[in-house]
Nanobody, 129 residues
């Protein structure tokens, strides 16, 4: 089970930290990804972090502004979002998959998006202009 939290209303240029808390599975063995879906748009991949070495990947739209991290002791993955823009407004979801630890980058993000068996319920981020 995954529980996403931390969304809210923030002004342009502001920051938020999302959390994805996991339970019911061996968290250390799972890669985690963040995805978002804006109204009327398809779900898109934002970022992911691998299981063993914590390799990270970011979509071009958030690179340099978002940072993903994981705390295996707390079974939690974080997405620190800075310099937020109105186009970041969306429902943000986290997903988990026991991908091979060697899988990284965009391939890992795609696997999480299309093959993950665990999805959180989503948390709404609204960035006002």
């Amino acid at each position: 089970q995954l529980q996403a939290s931390g969304g809210g209303l923030v002004q342009t240029g502001g920051s938020l930290r999302l959390s994805c808390a996991a339970s019911g599975f061996t968290f250390d063995n799972y890669a985690i990804g963040w995805f978002r879906q804006a109204p009327g748009k398809e779900r898109e991949g934002v970022s992911c972090i691998s299981s063993r070495d914590g390799s990270t990947y970011y979509a071009d739209s958030v690179k340099g502004r978002f940072a993903i991290s994981r705390d295996n002791a707390k079974n939690t993955v974080y997405l620190q979002m800075s310099s937020l823009k109105p186009e970041d407004t969306a429902v943000y979801y986290c997903a988990a998959d026991r991908a091979p630890y060697t899988m990284k980058g965009v391939l890992l993000l795609l696997r999480l998006q299309y093959e993950s068996g665990f999805w959180g319920q989503g948390t709404l981020v609204t960035v006002s202009s």
